[in-house]
């Protein structure tokens, strides 16, 4: 029950396992990916429950560190009967604390040895910096996820390591803020007609804070839009996973990149676009339409759809596309991940994604 000084509101309460992070490696074990997870719990009962479920889906917990007198990171949010959240309230302290460049070190076999690594913006900036210069000496892509529009600053400091980041309109403006102090780029919402509009308003707004984070050295850019869809950025040809020998592809992905492979004809202009190597592209993918039961865990299935794709072996729109699929089975789901993903309705799903996007700029 909600108080306030005039009335109280009767809600419903749920305790579902969460974190931005943790919930992005499940979505990419339930694609048949196995995530390695660096990470930090207390001895508590969220704790044993957390570690308990990872175990049973078959995951490593080497990476995630216990500790005693330690209180698991724990978030509160607040939804409308819509599923759109309205109010939250956190406690990462563990997270500060514990999760510091020498728990980081330990496995520094297992960043140097993977074929991408994510990095989430609730870590400290020192950890921060640390992984990604261990990333970045032995060629490891490192994707960058904003959490939040005051966590998202922290990319600051290690802007030159990002391969790539995946912010919504408002983190990436924050982001883009925090490496410009004299130059400030803005986002205001405006109601469009229809989505058309609103992708040509929202190109129009964000193109020139897009831009700047390319300048800045970050080679890709996910821009999620809600609704709206995704912009995928880039300065030019990415092969996001340079050593192709770490992928590894699996049942799920095998079965995606069959039905995948071929969407666009040789002279497609998403086709020309993508394979050139020296030009600026943005590239926009619609959302799909869905029936929204919760909107928590949107944005995370789509990141972990990304990775796992992209591990697999596809390529960076194809790997958005089955994010975006991913992120309509969130949203029409009770739990943050979808307790069951179908390789069928996903390749369905994602091959209406790619038959209908479209190149917004190529210069």
């Known amino acids: 029950m909600l108080k306030s000084k005039e009335n109280s509101e009767y809600v419903r309460v749920k305790y579902v396992s969460g974190g931005v992070a943790r919930n992005i490696a499940e979505c990419m074990s339930k694609l048949g990916t196995q995530p390695f997870m660096i990470s930090v719990v207390g001895n508590d009962m969220a704790g044993d429950f957390l570690l308990k479920y990872w175990r049973s889906a078959g995951l490593c917990t080497e990476g995630i560190l216990q500790v005693h007198d330690v209180a698991t990171p724990v978030v509160s949010n607040v939804f409308d009967g819509s599923g759109e959240l309205i109010a939250g309230v956190a406690s990462v302290g563990a997270v500060e604390s514990f999760l ?8 520094r076999h297992h ?15 020192e950890s921060l910096e640390a992984a990604c210069i261990m990333a970045y000496e032995s060629g490891v892509p490192v994707l960058f996820e904003p959490v939040s529009v005051v966590k998202s600053r922290r990319i600051a400091p290690i802007a030159e390591y990002i391969t790539c980041t995946s912010p919504n309109e408002i983190e990436l403006v924050a982001m883009a803020n925090s490496l410009s102090p004299p130059v400030k780029y803005n986002y205001h919402k405006m109601e469009c007609k229809d989505k058309a509009e609103a992708v040509e308003y929202l190109f129009e707004m964000l193109s020139p804070a897009m831009f ?16 709206n869809g995704v912009f995928i950025v880039c300065k030019e040809h990415i092969d996001f996973v340079k050593d192709q020998r770490k992928c590894k592809q699996t ?22 676009c993508r394979e050139t190597s020296s030009r600026t592209c943005v590239f ?27 591990c697999g072996g596809l390529d960076i729109i194809q790997s958005v596309a089955i994010g975006v699929a991913i992120a309509k089975a969130s949203v029409e789901s009770h739990a943050n991940i979808p307790d069951h993903i179908s390789a069928a309705t996903v390749s369905d799903d994602a ?5 209908s996007a479209r190149v917004l700029w190529c210069k």
């Open 212 to 227: 700047f984070l390319l300048e800045k050295g970050i080679k890709l850019l996910v821009v999620t839009l809600g609704s």
């Open 284 to 310: 926009h993918l619609p959302a799909i339409s869905a029936s929204v039961i919760s909107l928590t865990g949107a944005g995370d299935c789509l990141v972990g759809g990304v990775l796992s794709a992209l």
């Open 251 to 272: 049942p799920f992905s095998r079965q995606l990149l069959e039905k995948l492979d071929g969407c666009f004809p040789s002279n497609n202009p998403i086709n020309l």
């Open 111 to 125: 960043i140097s040895n993977a074929p991408l690594i994510m990095l989430d913006a609730n870590l400290p900036p």
């Open 100 to 107: 510091t460049p020498s728990w980081l070190y330990r496995f």
């Open 351 to 355: 091959k209406r994604v790619l038959l």
